[in-house]
């Protein structure tokens, strides 16, 4: 049973290029919610997709978008790259919008150089 | 504003000694609580949540409304049980949680 899938595993950028990562949820799952960790410190909520709208924005600039695909993958993109944006950004999936476990998957580790 | 407290960063104790990870929060109307862990190259997965109010590989957490805290409690650590361990409240019925910073774990022989 495939767990919730992210691709790349890495990825290095520069400052001021822009970045695009996916998600592939549990199959079944119709949430998806972004998250970023910074080395050393927990996970923070950027974004809760359901059902293709969203649901749900953490504190973060404009530079930072998401979407859902009607087969509940999303992707999470990133433009104008700063040094900051270093950090592994992981991806959670849940059955529905809400009052459910989420569960993680392995993440993608984005450095800018 | 939301908040959770894992007051310590690292917690070494020995094999078979009791163990309480810390977790304090602050947060507005009645959260879910829920603890992650990490074990090494693995990724984060669910430990509990309080409303089962059960227990998982020997774990248990009480939520103390008055206190305002989740601790995480185990009362034989086991050297498998070594894992970074994350406190996370949750809007009741809703989907964004809360982390803190983490507590690494380590149970030595």
């Known amino acids: 049973d495939a767990g919730v899938t992210q691709s790349p595993t890495h990825l290095i950028k520069t400052r001021g290029q822009h970045v695009t990562l996916r998600c592939s949820p549990i199959?079944?799952?119709?949430?998806v919610s972004w998250y970023q960790q910074v080395l050393g410190q927990g996970p923070q909520f950027i974004f809760q997709?359901?059902?293709?709208?969203?649901?749900g924005r953490g504190n973060f600039p404009d530079r930072f978008s998401a979407r859902q695909f009607p087969n509940y993958s999303s992707e999470l993109n990133v433009n104008a790259l700063l040094l900051g944006d270093s950090a592994l950004y992981l991806c959670?999936?849940?059955?529905?919008?809400?009052?459910?476990?989420?569960?993680f998957g392995d993440g993608t580790r984005l450095s800018i150089l | 504003a939301q908040r959770v407290t894992q007051p310590e960063k690292l917690l070494s104790v020995f094999k078979g000694a009791p163990v309480e990870l810390k977790c304090n929060y602050s947060?507005?109307?009645?959260?879910?609580l829920f603890w992650y862990v990490q074990y090494s190259r693995q990724r984060l997965q669910l430990l509990l949540r309080?409303?089962s109010r059960e227990s998982i590989k020997g774990f248990t957490a009480d939520l103390n409304k008055g206190e305002t805290s989740f601790h995480l409690k185990k009362p034989f650590a086991q050297e498998e049980d070594s894992a970074m361990y994350y406190c996370?409240?949750?809007?009741?019925?809703?989907?964004?949680?809360?982390f803190g910073e983490g507590t690494q774990l380590t149970v030595n022989p």
């Open positions: 959670a999936s849940s059955p529905m919008g809400s009052g459910q476990p989420q569960h």
């Open positions: 199959s079944g799952h119709k949430s």
């Open positions: 997709y359901y059902e293709k709208e969203e649901r």
């Open positions: 947060y507005s109307g009645s959260p879910e």
């Open positions: 309080h409303i």
């Open positions: 996370a409240p949750r809007q009741h019925g809703g989907s964004r949680l809360t």
